[in-house]
Nanobody, 118 residues
């Protein structure tokens, strides 16, 4: 059973960089055909896919966020990290780390609230 746990600050100031880490247990982030996404849900809005890092380390980002997004990984810790730069209050959301495979988004972290405010 794969488990994911998000960690990081709950409050970020405007113009700063949001940084969240997802720790994975019960499975390796380098397992073939596993992909690891970040998804967020702003208040009162639907889910928004931010980007992913694949089992080989390849990354893919939402086109509208590409210039501000970076996803990396630490295979020794079985973690992957989201960095979102130049944040504004519109980046306030619950952020989820998610495992996806050929079957879709199959395992989710519990989510972590991030508020952008001075």
């Amino acid at each position: 059973q794969v488990q994911l746990q998000e960690s990081g600050p709950g409050l970020v100031k405007p113009s700063q960089t949001l940084s969240l880490t997802c720790t994975v247990s019960g499975g390796s982030i380098t397992t073939n055909h596993y992909y690891w996404s970040w998804i967020r849900q702003p208040p009162g809005k639907g889910l928004e896919w931010i980007g992913l890092i694949g089992y080989s380390g390849s990354t893919y980002y939402r086109s509208s966020l590409t210039s501000r997004t970076s996803i990396s990984r630490d295979t020794s810790k079985n973690q992957f990290t989201l960095q979102l730069s130049s944040v504004t209050p519109e980046d306030t959301a619950v952020y989820y780390c998610v495992k996806n495979s050929l079957g879709g988004f199959d395992y989710w972290g519990q989510g972590t609230q991030v508020t952008v405010s001075s």
